[in-house]
């Protein structure tokens, strides 16, 4: 009697790909750019940046799912009025950057990475495009509205949805239907395990390229606060590599070191220390 077969994965490819993904999942949710943003920690400049990069992703996402609209590894999933965000993103560029936005925007290097992934794919590998649609729209459907009410009230913008059209979809009267739509969907796409798992394996990749786009804005986004940082201005910028001996010392704008602030001023010691006391006091309180 023949032995059946173990199924190493879940037969419906929506499923697999959940199931696949569930860890780097946790990666992109846990980055620190994100976990900033869902705690309300967001700036202007952090939003902009992050808007400007999903403009050029989905650009060039847009870009090859026209390319393959009527292509049966991809048209089934073809919704691009209930879907497509490239009109949405273009009038929140307007709204962050002017008029002339176009002009204005920036393009990091972590998006330029993604953007270039996803023309290769639509362009060599279309049936592999399922995987970066999966990942993005069904990502916004899912975590968009939270997103939106966030930055709303994170960057005190207007009710009225100016600003954060991106995280907006008129054309879907129900988000948790129209995911299972799309999923159903997913699921007749005909391919076979080779292809199937090479799906799988690209969208682990799609959620590995968002990380590295959210490291690289919390990198910039540090930069940005070290030049405006008081220890940064001119004059008294700490020598980097003399270990503890620069602990102690400050630069002077002619060079010379001198012995730290604090070394000199026993009364500025003082107060730091009752402050310490002082916030530590607060904090067992809120504690209890």
Request: charged content about 25%.
């Amino acid at each position: 009697m023949e032995r059946p077969q173990p199924d190493s994965m879940p037969q419906d490819l929506s499923e697999a790909l959940k199931e696949a993904t569930k860890e780097v999942h946790v990666q992109a949710e846990n980055a620190e750019f994100m976990k900033n943003f869902q705690k309300g920690q967001v700036t202007r400049k952090g939003f902009k940046l992050v808007m400007a990069s999903l403009y050029h992703i989905y650009v060039a996402l847009e870009e090859e799912i026209e390319r393959n609209k009527e292509n049966p590894v991809y048209a089934p999933l073809y919704f691009p009025e209930e879907l497509h965000r490239r009109a949405a993103l273009e009038r929140d560029m307007a709204f962050w950057y002017g008029p002339r936005w176009e002009d204005a925007i920036p393009y990091t290097q972590a998006t330029r990475r993604y953007v270039r992934r996803l023309h290769e794919v639509g362009r060599k590998e279309p049936e592999l495009l399922v995987a970066h649609a999966y990942t993005r729209y069904l990502g916004d459907l899912s975590g968009g509205q939270v997103l939106k009410k966030i930055a709303q009230k994170a960057l005190d913008l207007p009710s009225s949805g100016e600003g954060v059209d991106f995280f907006t979809f008129p054309n879907v009267a129900s988000a948790t239907k129209f995911k299972q739509l799309y999923r159903s969907r997913m699921n007749t796409l005909e391919m076979t395990p080779e292809v199937r798992q090479r799906v799988i394996e690209e969208a682990k990749a799609a959620f590995l390229l968002n990380i590295q786009l959210f490291e690289e804005l919390q990198e910039l986004l540090g930069q940005d606060a070290e030049d405006q940082s008081p220890s940064q201005a001119p004059g008294l910028r700490r020598r980097v590599g003399s270990g503890a001996r620069d602990a102690a010392l400050m630069e002077t704008p002619r060079g010379k070191p001198q012995p730290n602030l604090l070394s000199q001023a026993p009364l500025l010691r003082w107060v730091l220390t009752l402050s310490f006391v002082v916030a530590t006091v607060a904090v067992g309180l809120y504690v209890m």
